[in-house]
């Protein structure tokens, strides 16, 4: 079976388990039949092992505490404290084709979260992070609004077009990007760097 690299993914309410589940774009739903056909796809998908870390933190809903690995995604609507992210970037920084972290949707918020080795933060628009710790080679990327972040020991933070990154420290180690589109206000730079 051939991959493709650039494979999207959404999430599909399952009726017959009564969650959200994700979905390949190239999904359709065309019809009782067809309908019935992803159902049964999709039941068959949230019974695979892999796909049952996976946790979606529904608006209003507030999760305290919590660890992501091992290709794991939380899926943030509503609130999501004292998390710590150990995957998502295993493919590089800041590269769309990895899997697995936290993403932080519309209306999501995340706080006092830690992002340490190969860890990745994803603030979508209309997201907000605060009180983000990154460290030992983890990695935030903006779309959406973090504020008061801290980068050490290799942690990047990669501000995207929409992005806003304000307040951020950048310890010895730590790296900013801030991309065409993106704005940093307030960065504190404490022998850290900071690029374009």
Known sequence: MKRHLNTSYRLVWNHITGTLVVASELARSRGKRAGVAVALSLAAVTSVPALAADKVVQAGETV???????????????????????????????????????WIQNGGIAGNTTVTTNGRQVVLEGGTASDTVIRDGGGQSLNGLAVNTTLN????????????ATGTIINRDGYQSVKSGGLATGTIINTGAEGG
């Open 64 to 102: 305290n505490d919590g660890t992501l690995t091992n290709h794991d995604n939380q899926i943030v609507f509503g609130t999501a404290n004292g998390m710590t992210i150990s995957t998502g970037l295993e493919l590089g920084p800041d590269s769309e084709e990895n899997t697995g972290g936290q």
């Open 153 to 164: 020991n290799r942690g990047e933070q990669w501000v995207h077009e929409g992005g806003v």
